[in-house]
């Protein structure tokens, strides 16, 4: 689906992370992609695609070797979402009403050959992707429940009101009735 959208933001995202010529930027604009989910709409990863939230929020389940998926990572907007040979079988679904602009392999491919200043702004996308999931697995390690709920309030504040209590107790990894008790404690 194409869609008229003012990318002014990603190219300001893509510019913390290191320097961007204009040509770069203009090549990159002309090769972006878009998609709008309703709440519950699947995104499709395909492998070395680079995806950006531009607006709504996402959850990103595991369901490999579980009998019930996980959700593994919330990704809101202005972050990326990187689809590598060892997450793509992970499934996204929009919580919100998303818009997702990205690049395919072969789009980032031709881009990488022709702006090598390319690949640093990459690799912190993709650090902004894994500080996401790093921050599951820290939360994991943590014994009590009530420390877990208490560190993803504060992680997650800002998107709190949008997610449903038990995601938040599948991504904590904790049963939902043991999860209420505490989480109602806790507000």
Not at 96 to 123: A, G, N, Q
Request: aromatic share 12%; proline share 3%; with cysteine.
């Amino acid at each position: 689906m194409e869609l008229n959208l003012p990318f002014e933001a990603i190219k300001l995202k893509l510019a913390t992370y290191a320097a961007l010529r204009p040509e770069a930027w203009h090549s990159i604009s002309a090769q972006l992609k878009s998609t709008a989910l309703k709440a519950d709409e699947s995104f499709t990863r395909e492998k070395g695609s680079i995806a950006y939230v531009f607006s709504g929020l996402m959850k990103e389940y595991d369901s490999r070797a579980r009998k019930k998926p996980a959700i593994v990572n919330f990704i809101n907007s202005t972050n990326f979402i990187l689809t590598t040979e060892h997450n793509r079988n992970r499934y996204l679904k929009a919580i919100t009403e998303t818009t997702i602009v990205y690049l395919d392999f072969e789009s980032l491919l031709s881009l990488f050959l022709l702006f090598r200043e390319l690949k640093p702004i990459y690799d912190a996308a993709l650090v902004n992707y894994e500080e996401g999931l790093d921050f599951r697995h820290s939360l994991l390690e943590e014994r009590l429940a009530t420390k877990k709920i208490q560190s993803f309030i504060i992680q997650y504040r800002p998107i709190l009101s949008y997610l449903k209590k038990k995601d938040i107790a599948n991504y904590c990894h904790i049963p939902y009735d043991n999860f209420v008790r505490h989480y109602n404690d806790l507000l």
